[in-house]
């Protein structure tokens, strides 16, 4: 599958991003779907992620600012970020994992998301 990331901006610390992920086939075949991020100098890390049957994880970091959500009918994924932080500014990538024997792990190319103080 193909993902094509959209969303990210400049905004100002307690803003809201809405970043969405299109995905190239239908989403109701994947199993998993999320996004991770990346700030200069630290290491990628798992954001949110939501499965085929609307279980989500999120980070502590997140919590209780974020919704993820899958809109199976436009194959799209979309993390609402409400309350936004300087410390949320990372790079965002979303992903999909589907499981089987045709299975696979997809990345989307990554937004840039600047949050200011």
């Known amino acids: 599958v193909q993902l094509q990331a959209s969303g990210g901006g400049l905004v100002q610390a307690g803003g809201s991003l809405r970043l969405s992920c299109a995905a190239s086939?239908?989403?109701?075949?994947?199993?998993?779907m999320g996004w991770y991020r990346q700030a200069p100098g630290k290491q990628r890390e798992l954001v949110a992620n939501i499965t085929t049957g609307d279980g989500k994880n999120y980070a502590d970091s997140v919590k209780g600012r974020s919704i993820i959500s899958r809109d199976n009918a436009e194959n799209t994924l979309h993390l609402q970020m409400n309350s936004l932080k300087p410390e949320d500014t990372a790079v965002y990538y979303c992903?999909?994992?589907?499981?089987?024997?045709?299975?696979?792990?997809?990345w989307g190319q990554g937004t840039q998301v600047t949050v200011s103080s």
């Open positions: 992903f999909a994992v589907k499981y089987g024997l045709t299975g696979y792990i997809s």
């Open positions: 086939e239908n989403i109701l075949s994947i199993n998993v």
